[in-house]
């Protein structure tokens, strides 16, 4: 089981790296748009001297990787160092490959989808990426908001081969980008937490159970002003369950006090696996 998931993540991390190599090649460079991060930096490099960004590409990333190696650990510097010789091979190929994309009308088009499967199997694609876990980790920073940082940096580095304009564009993909990694490593949803406080949790909570088919937990609280004791109810439902939750609650106890909390991430048995049939 364990060597399945790892074939798995190894597999999409080569499919994440090919991708996000073919943004680079046939939109990025093709159309004259810059990058954020160390991707960036390796086409200034490539506008400025003509260096090819699959050997630029290797040779920036080596010191971040031995960084990221002793805080990260074993396995995501496995993934780092896969997710870096993947991306300067896939670079090295796709500008070998003729192919034309024509998108000098529509460059919003680019985007980060490949990057973001690389971040949800645990890996990176090397440079700014690596600072980027590493302030995930330690910090509670969002990978997307510290890319977004990095690529702001490197985007006004790049007014030294393209015009302001296109620059511009390339920002507004950058933020673009930022929100599609967050949202890949997020798992492509926004559940719901949904605490409830009130004297009726204990006729609440068994029609919360049955009509939504999720799991309730009772939470121990007291009412500072009244010093009463309660019962709080904590469970997590999809955002499509949202409505039927408030409903069943407030059917019971018009005055109950709710709380929505985002969720980014839920597993365990009545949320990521199927939920029992209704009977």
Known sequence: MVKRKTVKEVLFIIIGTSIYAFGLVYLNIANHLA???VSGITLILRALFGIDPAYTTLLINIPLILLGGKILGKRSLAYTVLGTLSL???LWIWQRVPLEIN???DLLIVAGVGSGIVYRMGGTTGGSDIIARILEQNYGITMGRSLLAFDIIVLL????YIDLKR????LIVSYVFSRVIDSILDGGYSAKGLLVVSNKSEEIAPLLMTGLQRGVTFLS???????NSKKIIYMVVSSSELTEAKRIVHEIDEKAFLSIINVHEVEGQGFTYLKPQTR
């Open 221 to 227: 609280g007291e009412g500072a002003f009244s010093g």
């Open 157 to 160: 580095a790049s007014l030294t």
């Open 103 to 105: 998108l000098q009308h």
């Open 35 to 37: 990058e954020g991060g």
């Open 167 to 170: 620059m511009m564009y390339t």
């Open 88 to 90: 300067s091979f896939f």
